[in-house]
């Protein structure tokens, strides 16, 4: 996906312990999400950024944090691992102009063992 | 009640079959809507979208809006095997809402 590197792109943690996940983008868009995919559920938002140090919480937000010190780098935390957090984590970005859609990456399979 | 909702299928269709893939919406200030396509282990992409009612037409696949009956639909003609992907729809006000994806076969 040009312009947009998930890493890891796969990770198996153990329960309780932190995992940092990074979205990195080359196209300097104002705006990053983190979502996550799970069967059943589809994509749920996690957490957005609207710019460098602005972020907010989307429906999923319990048990994750997120930072972006800089426009490129959008970080998602998991403070302490749980198995529920098993799942796909997608970034994705855009420039705000709503007919220009999301551009994401290909993902991060997360296990939590 | 989900803001969309999507039939999660799966479908499975013969190669050549015309496809309908749908979703309906609550809100009724929805304006833009998309449809992704995620093809399997990737992110999903942009297909197409839709502004207010009406069709839209991108070679094989048409993009449909009715908003009095809050309905999406995606039609794909003569489907062929590399249609073979999950497809979202999505719709928004400020940030994207997804259906959960309906996962299409297209069978050689």
């Known amino acids: 996906d040009a312009g947009i590197t998930q890493s890891p792109r796969h990770k198996v943690t153990e329960t309780g312990t932190p995992v940092t996940l990074r979205c990195h983008q080359t196209e300097n868009h104002r705006y990053m999400y983190w979502y996550r995919q799970d069967p059943g559920h589809g994509l749920r938002l996690i957490h957005y950024s609207y710019g460098v140090k602005d972020t907010d919480k989307g429906e999923v937000s319990d048990g994750y944090s997120v930072s972006r010190s800089k426009t490129e780098d959008f970080l998602l935390t998991l403070e302490s691992a749980t198995s529920s957090q098993t799942s796909v984590y997608f970034c994705a970005i855009s420039t705000g102009v709503i007919t220009y859609g999301y551009t994401f990456g290909s993902g991060t399979r997360l296990t939590v063992v | 009640q989900k803001e969309v909702e999507q039939d999660p299928g799966p479908l499975s269709v013969p190669e050549g079959a015309i496809v309908s893939l749908n979703c309906t919406y609550s809100?009724?200030?929805?304006?833009?809507f998309m449809w992704y396509r995620q093809y399997s282990r990737k992110g999903p992409e942009l297909l197409m979208y839709?502004?207010?009612?009406g069709n839209k037409e991108d070679g094989r696949f048409t993009a449909q809006v009715d908003k009095s009956s809050k309905y999406i639909s995606l039609f794909i003609r003569d489907s062929q095997p590399s249609d073979s992907a999950t497809y979202l729809c999505?719709?928004?006000?400020?940030?994207?809402?997804f259906g959960k994806g309906t996962k299409l076969t297209v069978n050689p």
């Open positions: 839709t502004y207010s009612s």
């Open positions: 999505a719709t928004t006000t400020e940030k994207l809402v």
């Open positions: 809100n009724s200030a929805f304006q833009y």
